[in-house]
């Protein structure tokens, strides 16, 4: 990198956006003084095995992705660097640089509105525990594939400290969309009012047989374990892809439904249409059925 420095040794005034990364394993490099640290305009860093920023270079930043290697200590420092932060993506994040005492860990503050991504991690628990989010923060999780864990998946995403933000107790709508193909590929998307507040996209096992037998319908299991407090008052509900093998048991699709007391219309397409209105016929609530194609 040092080689990189003498060369780009000229301010940039005009540059937006900068891409840093360190191809060495299990090292991380200091953020290098390129172009003299002088880029008024950069909005946009990415960076990889790359350590913390230092001020001058956070002052004007709105976009923040990390990727692979993350440490919460440094990180803890830059985020105050970056007061016009309005998205924060971590990327396949697997290792976490220093053991933590979460008994003393105060969080991480990020800035109110912002837009934050875990992606494709299996550590989406420990990395949420070194934050904390602003009441309108829009979420978004994906982790990594899981087949079915000993513990609620949904649970283990979201947790109770999670849960408690504003924006996700006022839930209006839901939208699960279901994929299969090699494996169950789910999204689910969480409306306060017209928006999203936060999202989910996983990939089950591709052993589906099994995992029906063992555990009723994948998704559904999945799905049963959002907390109380995010459903009380979903008033729309979209579900689409609930077909073959991921087709919902009469039984735990009307579990589900039962959880959304405020539930006054339900989106289907005509192939799931059935086995809704079977379950309809069974809630002590009114709900509107609309068909959509699919």
Not at 34 to 61: D, H, Q, S
Not at 77 to 91: E, G
Not at 109 to 135: D, H, K, N, Y
Request: proline share 8%; glycine share 4%; with cysteine.
């Amino acid at each position: 990198m040092n080689h990189l420095v003498r060369i780009f040794h000229q301010p940039a005034p005009n540059l937006t956006h900068l891409e840093l990364c360190d191809y060495q394993p299990f090292e991380t490099i200091p953020f290098p003084n390129l172009f003299g640290l002088e880029f008024p305009k950069l909005r946009n860093l990415e960076v990889t095995r790359v350590n913390a920023w230092p001020e001058i270079v956070g002052a004007n930043l709105t976009h923040i992705t990390i990727n692979s290697f993350l440490d919460p200590y440094a990180l803890n420092q830059c985020i105050p660097y970056s007061p016009n932060l309005k998205v924060l993506k971590l990327r396949s994040i697997w290792n976490l640089n220093r053991l933590l005492s979460f008994s003393t860990w105060k969080g991480i503050a990020l800035p109110p509105g912002i837009r934050f991504t875990i992606g494709s991690s299996t550590m989406c628990p420990e990395i949420l525990a070194l934050f904390s989010l602003p009441q309108d923060c829009h979420l978004k999780v994906n982790p990594s594939m899981y087949t079915v864990p000993d513990k609620p998946l949904l649970s283990y995403v979201l947790p109770d400290r999670i849960v408690s933000l504003q924006n996700l107790r006022t839930l209006t709508r839901l939208h699960i969309a279901v994929r299969f193909n090699i494996g169950v590929g789910l999204r689910l998307k969480c409306f306060r009012l017209d928006q999203v507040v936060f999202e989910v996209s996983t990939r089950f096992s591709a052993d589906i047989p099994t995992m029906v037998e063992q555990n009723g319908t994948p998704v559904m299991w999945f799905l049963n374990n959002l907390h109380r407090i995010v459903l009380r008052g979903v008033e729309e509900l979209r579900m689409e892809g609930f077909v073959g093998p991921v087709e919902p048991r009469a039984a735990e699709l009307l579990t589900f439904l039962k959880r959304m007391p405020a539930l006054s219309r339900l989106i289907t397409t005509d192939a799931n249409e059935g086995i809704f209105r079977s379950a309809l016929d069974n809630l002590y609530c009114r709900v509107a059925v609309v068909r959509v194609e699919g």
